[in-house]
């Protein structure tokens, strides 16, 4: 059996980042579990259905993302969310590392380490087209 290709939306930010947001539960799995590097950060909207999303660093970069760039990569969350048309949006953010699967849970069921939660107003980086 052929795997499916990974779908995913992606958002290019200034000076190489991206925002990455899985399609359906299978690639939610895949972006957060497989693909995600362990420094990256990880985001999903608190308490109901919606992607999960990767802050992606460029390729050997070391820094850490700014105040800015988490709050951008935080509304993507909500954007694709059932929250997308509530005003403020709790949206839990961890480093990749820090998110698992539980054993014998769903496709795009994961648990968390060390959250921090951020309340965001749902919406796309700004130039994007969903």
């Known amino acids: 059996m052929k795997k499916k290709e990974l ?3 992606e958002y290019p930010l200034d000076d190489g980042w991206s925002i ?3 399609h359906s539960d299978s690639d939610n799995d895949r972006l957060s579990l497989k693909i995600a590097r362990p420094e990256e950060w ?4 608190r308490g109901m259905p919606g992607s999960h999303v990767i802050l992606r660093c460029p390729e050997g970069v070391k820094k850490e993302p700014d105040k ?5 990569a935080a509304s993507v969350a909500a954007w694709h969310s059932k929250a997308r048309s509530g005003g403020v949006v709790a949206v839990a953010c961890t480093k990749a590392k820090f998110v698992s699967k539980p054993r014998g ?3 795009g069921t994961v648990s968390l380490r060390k ?5 965001v107003r749902p919406g ?7």
Do not use: C, D, I
Request: proline share 7%; charged share 20%.
């Open 7 to 9: 779908q995913v939306y």
């Open 68 to 72: 800015e760039m988490l709050r951008q």
């Open 115 to 119: 959250e921090t939660v951020l309340k």
């Open 124 to 130: 796309l980086p700004t130039g994007s087209r969903n």
């Open 42 to 45: 990880w985001f999903h909207v």
């Open 20 to 22: 990455v947001a899985g």
């Open 105 to 107: 849970a769903k496709p």
